[in-house]
């Protein structure tokens, strides 16, 4: 099956309960068509204790905890790109909370628009 979008998220030392927020707006979206493979990569960037002896990934399709011992976003970016397998690759904060169509609106934007090479959003914060 081929992989239309890699969800990823590059991590050191990221606090839980805010990780743990963040996985769950990953579980909670909707409008994806059964055509709308996907993936989880968790770029564990040199984190102690390392992420996979805390984070859980139930729920989450094709999850899986990558660990890059080289510290620094570039390194754990780098990783990202050798490991991803889909078409899009949709970056994410350890510390966001998805809306719950943000997956559905990414490929909606990138099936508009062949020659689309990149998108943003906005971000709000949250006090």
């Given at each position: ?57 139930t ?26 397998r889909?078409?899009?690759?949709l970056?994410?904060d ?34």
């Amino acid at each position: 099956m081929s992989l239309r979008l890699s969800a990823i998220i590059c991590a050191y030392n990221p606090q839980r309960a805010y990780l743990d927020e963040t996985l769950d707006s990953i579980r909670a979206q909707v409008d994806l068509s059964p055509n709308d493979a996907w993936e989880l990569l968790l770029i564990d960037n040199a984190s102690a204790p390392a992420l996979d002896t805390w984070v859980n990934l139930t729920g989450l399709p094709n999850a899986r905890i990558i660990r890059e011992d080289k510290l620094g976003l570039t390194h754990a970016r780098l990783r990202s790109f050798s490991e991803a397998r889909g078409e899009i690759l949709l970056y994410i904060d350890d510390d966001n909370i998805l809306a719950p169509n943000y997956f559905a609106e990414t490929l909606a934007a990138f099936d508009a628009d062949g020659a689309l090479g990149a998108t943003g959003g906005k971000s709000l914060p949250r006090w």
